[in-house]
């Protein structure tokens, strides 16, 4: 079936292709700009009148999502191409690969939001993935696009997770695929996802940024299909999350969303599933979006916070892996997206990372370091005035608790931060820490030895 309606467009200059003319590298020759994938109603492209009588319509296509939800075919079944209509990039959608991605949790978190005074607090779980990470979102999108076009090899540089979704959905299509992670910085559990599902797995001695270089070089020279979020199929599936946000709200349009920064894609493609959502008359008003970067990873918050506004890449170093990143190659469709819907930027640092974790993790859903990141960014927006009590606040969650357990076993052993770490944590703070650490007990075995125990951990839980 021949569904492909879409062209790709220049974010820098504004050149329009059609989809099968872009080169390797996903970048215009002409300024070496990205590319946003467009169809008849993205904004700016003349035809974008939610009356349109050709334009998908906003009721019939909520009526189609959810009716989809009890069929039994594949494609249907997956939460991102249940959306479909609104991501035709397919010259034959027999080529999509699916893992029944998508349809991931909206959490609410009563403790958090108390804890800082928000009256309504959710997170959108997509660490609830396949593959455990928000990575299969764009992964299923962009990989059915490698098949769709004939491509035999993908790749992609990684932190870890886009290394796991690709791997598991190449090993599916039957497409062979290659990963450059950076050596040692990774998390053991994404590490052994990709081997799991049969990649070639190439750890390079240098950070990610230097592994972006190296694949960027490799793939002019060699027929492999790109799969970094440069790539700007990977959006229109990670765009999908914005629509069952809605759906999962019942419509209702929630104030702020939170999502960490590390290369500054995801940020953007949620904001375009809201901004298209808002064309099509889906909904009346779009949410505001606020990024959250590491401090030892932080070049968007530099950006925002210099009133000259220029970029300029840092050597990132932070405990959250995943975000790891210095030299952020969507870093401009991030601010756009800041500006345009008016969110902020802020910076949490590794002692902040850790305790919001640990908070999460106590109200029964957890998440990887990357992930928490989010709720230590509220706080922050919260005291700065950015976030009101009364806002509807969505955190995204975007990687699995097990994606990284040696992170949370060496937070709870107490042995995750520095003697130096520890001395900065206010007073307030680390009574916070005191009640959230769980170390492992080792005891003989003995019922008095372990009664004994259990009574002064009793005594110890009241204290606190
Ligand atoms: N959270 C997690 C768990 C991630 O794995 C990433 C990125 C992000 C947040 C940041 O998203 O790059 O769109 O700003 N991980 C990439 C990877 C870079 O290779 O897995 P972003």
């Not at 991931?104 to 009563?110: H, K, V």
């Not at 999962?248 to 939170?258: A, F, M, S, Y």
Request: hydrophobic content about 40%.
């Amino acid at each position: 079936m021949k569904v492909a309606t879409h062209h790709l467009r220049c974010t820098e200059c504004g050149a329009v292709i059609t989809g099968s003319a872009v080169n390797s590298i996903f970048r215009c020759p002409d300024c070496n700009g990205l590319y946003d994938v467009i169809y008849p109603w993205s904004p700016g492209t003349g035809s974008s009148d939610a009356n349109n009588s050709n334009l998908p319509n906003a009721s019939a296509l909520r009526w189609l999502w959810q009716e989809r939800r009890t069929s039994t075919l594949p494609l249907d079944q997956s939460g991102v191409w249940r959306f479909r209509d609104l991501f035709p990039i397919l010259e034959n959608l027999d080529n999509a690969v699916t893992l029944r991605e998508g349809n991931t949790p909206l959490y609410d978190l009563p403790r958090c939001a108390k804890a800082i005074g928000l009256n309504w607090l959710t997170a959108k779980h997509q660490g609830m993935n396949p593959t455990g990470s928000f990575k299969d979102t764009g992964m299923t999108a962009a990989l059915s696009v490698a098949a769709d076009r004939g491509f035999e090899w993908v790749a992609c540089a990684s932190t870890g997770n886009t290394s796991a979704a690709m791997a598991a959905y190449a090993a599916r299509a039957g497409l062979r695929s290659i990963v450059f992670i950076p050596e040692g910085k990774i998390a053991w559990g994404k590490l052994s996802q990709s081997m799991d599902y049969g990649a070639l797995t190439i750890q390079l001695k240098t950070d990610f940024d230097g592994c972006v270089r190296i694949l960027t070089d490799l793939v002019t020279r060699f027929p492999i299909y790109l799969l970094n979020s440069v790539n700007p199929y990977r959006l229109e599936g990670q765009k999908t999350p914005a629509f069952e946000i809605l759906e999962q709200l019942d419509w209702q349009v929630p104030d702020h969303i939170i999502v960490p920064g590390g290369n500054l894609a995801n940020s953007s493609a949620l904001g375009k599933g809201f901004i298209e959502m808002q064309r099509l008359g889906l909904i009346q008003r779009l949410p505001k979006i606020s990024i959250i970067q590491a401090e030892g990873a932080n070049p968007l918050y530099r950006w925002f916070m210099d009133s000259n506004r220029i970029m300029r890449p840092v050597t990132a170093d932070t405990r959250a892996t995943a975000i790891r990143i210095g030299n952020p190659a969507s870093w401009r469709k991030a601010a756009n997206i800041i500006d345009r819907l008016g969110g902020w930027c802020e910076q949490v640092s590794e002692q902040e990372i850790a305790l919001a974790k640990a908070q999460i993790g106590a109200e029964g859903v957890g998440c990887e370091p990357a992930s928490a990141v989010t709720f230590a960014g509220l706080k922050k927006l919260v005291a700065l005035g950015k976030v009101a009590p009364e806002e509807r606040v969505v955190l995204i969650l975007t990687g699995h608790t097990l994606k990284d357990s040696q992170y949370t076993i060496d937070y709870h052993r107490g042995e995750l931060l520095t003697e130096a770490e520890n001395a900065q944590i206010s007073a307030s703070d680390q009574a916070l820490h005191t009640a959230l650490r769980k170390p492992p007990i080792v005891l003989e075995p003995d019922s008095d030895v372990v009664l004994h125990a259990l009574e002064s951990h009793m005594k110890l839980a009241q204290t606190v």
